[in-house]
Every structure is written in C-alpha cells, then in structure tokens.
T-cell receptor
Framework: ETGVTQSPTHLIKTRGQQVTLRCSSQ?????VSWYQQALGQGPQFIFQ???????GRGNFPPRFSGLQFPNYSSELNVNALELDDSALYLC?????????????FGPGTRLTVT | AQKVTQAQTEISVVEKEDVTLDCVYE???????LFWYKQPPSGELVFLIR??????QNEISGRYSWNFQKSTSSFNFTITASQVVDSAVYFC???????????FGQGTELSVKP
C-alpha cells in the first residue's frame, strides 16, 4: 500500500509569484484535503476535493485554488504569494463516504516566501 | 462555534514517567468525531486514534490510553512509561457533524529526556 506523497519537499518563492504543490493520495483513497500549518500552530483546513470537485472550503481567499485529477491526485495553487503564505502545506487523503473517517497525511511541502 | 483547545503548550518529562496531554473541545453538534495525531520533527502527521461522540468507552493501546468524557468535553491522552521516541508535537482534532474538515488544537510539544 502506497502512502500519501507530496512534492516538492521544500520551495522558496518571491512575493507576488505563483506556486503549485502536488499530492498523490494513498492507494484506495479518493478524497484529498489540504491544510496550511504556520510555524508553531495547528494545521488550518484550506479545502477538500472529492470526485474532482471542491467539497468544502476553509477561510482562505480565492487565490488559493485546487484541482483533483481522475487518479485522485491533487494540486494546490497559490497566486500572488504573500509573506504570510510561508508555511508547511499538508495534504491528507481519506475514503469518500467516511467524511468522519481518518485522514492520512503526507510529509508536507515547506514553502518559504521572501 | 467549533473549537479545540490544548492548554499545555510544552511538556517536559524524564523517560519512564507517565504524561497526560489535555484536550478540550467545543461543539453544539450531537454527532462529531475526535482524533489525536502525532507530529514528529520530520513533519508528517501520524494518526493515533479516532472516537465518535457516541462512544465514550476509554481505550488502551499499548502504552497509550485515551479518556473521553462528554460531560466535560474533554478527550485526554496519556502515555505510560514515556520514551525518548515519544518526543513530538501532539494534536487533538475534531470533525464536526457536517464532516470533512479536521479542526485542530494548537498542539502540545512533548519532550522526553533520557
């Protein structure tokens, strides 16, 4: 069974640029959620994707957008990067139909905006 | 409002001591789900346990045990005979009745010294 993978591991971008982060879900999982974790804080829910559609969104501006592909992998896109976007971005996969079920996390992408 | 509070920011113990991590949650939902995750220095969140709001039976798994009390809205986590490898940040989290998103507490950083 393959776990959740994310790429890249680390990324440095300049304010105003755009970034794309990628996530492959655990084998058999068809729902992907994205979280932002600032240093010293708990993860904050960004959005969730199920069947290639957004299925819930947290308190994040529209410049945070996502995609889910037919193979259930997902992308998180952030436009017009701001310094406060510097954080660990975590992807989690789970089984649809178990919206209350366990979410399994990837190792994260550390984004630094300068 | 849905909220999870972990009042203990940092805990330091000596190996073999028992340690309890506190978690208090707020929700008006009758159905909800509670979780504990461990985040070692590598950054990946590791799922430890899930409880639903209708199951107040406490659970023991090896050196880990969980005490769920709806009357006090608490879901505490105890590590017996702590080991250095238990050093990590521990997060308590809630999935509300609507499902989908995990609502995390601020985390408790546990340091176990030899």
């Amino acid at each position: 069974e393959t776990g959740v993978t994310q790429s890249p591991t680390h990324l440095i971008k300049t304010r105003g640029q755009q970034v794309t982060l990628r996530c492959s879900s655990q084998s058999g999982h068809n729902t992907v959620s994205w979280y932002q974790q600032a240093l010293g804080q708990g993860p904050q829910f960004i959005f969730q994707y199920y069947r290639e559609e957004e299925n819930g969104r947290g308190n994040f501006p529209p410049r945070f957008s996502g995609l889910q592909f037919p193979n259930y992998s997902s992308e998180l896109n952030v436009n017009a990067l701001e310094l406060d976007d510097s954080a660990l971005y975590l992807c989690a996969s789970s089984l649809a139909g178990t919206s209350s079920g366990e979410q399994y996390f990837g190792p994260g992408t550390r984004l630094t905006v300068t | 409002a849905q909220k999870v509070t972990q009042a203990q920011t940092e805990i330091s113990v000596v190996e073999k001591e028992d340690v309890t991590l506190d978690c208090v949650y707020e929700t008006r939902d009758t159905t909800y789900y509670l979780f504990w995750y461990k985040q070692p220095p590598s950054g990946e969140l590791v799922f430890l346990i899930r409880r639903n709001s209708f199951d107040e039976q406490n659970e023991i798994s090896g050196r880990y045990s969980w005490n769920f009390q709806k009357s006090t809205s608490s879901f505490n986590f105890t590590i017996t005979a702590s080991q250095v490898v238990d050093s990590a940040v521990y997060f308590c989290a809630l999935i509300p009745q609507e499902g989908g998103k995990l609502i995390f507490g601020q985390g408790t950083e546990l340091s176990v010294k030899p």
